[in-house]
């Protein structure tokens, strides 16, 4: 027999509103209340997800403050998309949070009264864990933890996919421009990346291997990171970062230094942002379908137990001018090489 959320208040000592705003995460309790409730609730058996499914149907987008700026890196602005798209088909209202682990976060979330949390890219591990503790339904997009809910596009493949390209074209010393290796995303293309440097019988060369130096935004990071890979002897060839944003960059720094892209050297990326295919050279890059992620996220959320709880996406190379040599570039690179 079902424990009602009658017997729950009557075990904690406190009213059925009590555990009703204890179970739903709202306003006006303290947190010594609400701990309790929810461990009578769970000593007694009782399925909270009963009480989540009903009327309040809210959901939170939490994004770290420093992805927060859309302008520079619309990654998680795409994400958004599908999470709106995914909420209407729900029937749940959605709101944006922007925080980090200096923001006090409970407090931020308890405005607005979430059913559900929805955490998309990189989060400090306190805040995980924090969120975790709120003990609502909640689901991780390009992100991943043990033991929650996660959405990811193919980082691995796409790592492997990114650099089987540039070796196919003849490169042999291909750089990695890498993120915050805390950041799952970069861990995972990084894997790729020398999965198919192993496979072509091509040492790793770790001068090869870059991180963009910390406390940085990703662009100004990325740029750093390519005047160090710059100054090796002999340089580069070619080049896979980590995301657009960064590939971008780091290719805008070499031309500033002369290089012709890519002639002299070929650069790819990963999430095909639309800056992607609208700069001066287009970007070569892994196509992420962004919108498809965060409604992924959603659903993970709404159906539970009924999808995978690690769900991975595809990716597609998309091949342009930054690794494509035509007929008459390739001519030109080879009588440059003779010269």
């Not at 769970?42 to 403050?65: E, I, P, W």
């Not at 996220?297 to 009924?306: N, S, W």
Request: with cysteine; aromatic share 6%; hydrophobic share 45%.
């Amino acid at each position: 027999m079902r424990v009602t959320i009658r017997e729950v208040a009557l075990a904690a000592g406190v009213s059925i509103g009590t555990v009703s705003r204890a179970l739903k995460n709202q306003r006006g309790l303290s947190d010594e209340t609400r701990r309790h409730v929810r461990a009578v609730a769970r000593q007694l058996g009782y399925d909270s997800d009963r009480l989540r499914s009903g009327k309040a149907q809210r959901l939170v987008f939490l994004v770290h403050r420093h992805h927060s700026s859309f302008a520079l890196n619309p990654f998680f602005s795409l994400v958004m998309h599908g999470v709106e798209e995914a909420c209407r088909e729900f029937g749940i209202a959605p709101t944006l949070l922007a925080a980090g682990p200096a923001d006090p976060v409970r407090d931020l979330l308890r405005l607005h009264e979430p059913d559900a949390l929805l955490a998309a890219g990189y989060f400090e591990a306190e805040l995980l864990t924090l969120l975790k503790g709120l003990e609502l339904p909640m689901a991780l997009v390009d992100f991943w933890m043990p033991g929650c809910a996660s959405v990811n596009p193919d980082n691995r493949m796409g790592g492997y996919l990114a650099t089987r390209h540039l070796l196919d074209l003849g490169r042999r010393r291909i750089a990695y421009l890498a993120g915050s290796l805390a950041h799952f995303s970069s861990r995972e293309r990084e894997l790729g990346y020398r999965r198919a440097l192993f496979e072509a019988g091509v040492l790793a060369d770790p001068d090869l291997e870059v991180i963009a130096p910390p406390g940085l935004d990703v662009a100004s990071g990325a740029e750093a990171a390519m005047r160090v890979l710059l100054r090796l002897h002999p340089r580069p060839d070619a080049l896979f970062a980590y995301n657009d944003t960064a590939a971008l960059a780091a290719l805008e720094v070499c031309q500033e230094a002369g290089l012709r892209v890519p002639q002299d050297i070929a650069i790819v990326g990963f999430d095909d942002i639309p800056a992607a295919g609208y700069a001066p050279t287009p970007l070569t890059t892994l196509r992420v379908d962004k919108a498809a992620l965060g409604r992924t996220g959603v659903e993970l959320i709404m159906r539970g137990a009924e999808m995978p709880q690690e769900t991975t996406l595809p990716v597609t190379l998309i091949v342009r001018a930054s690794s494509r040599i035509d007929s008459s570039s390739a001519v030109e690179a080879a009588t440059a090489a003779i010269d």
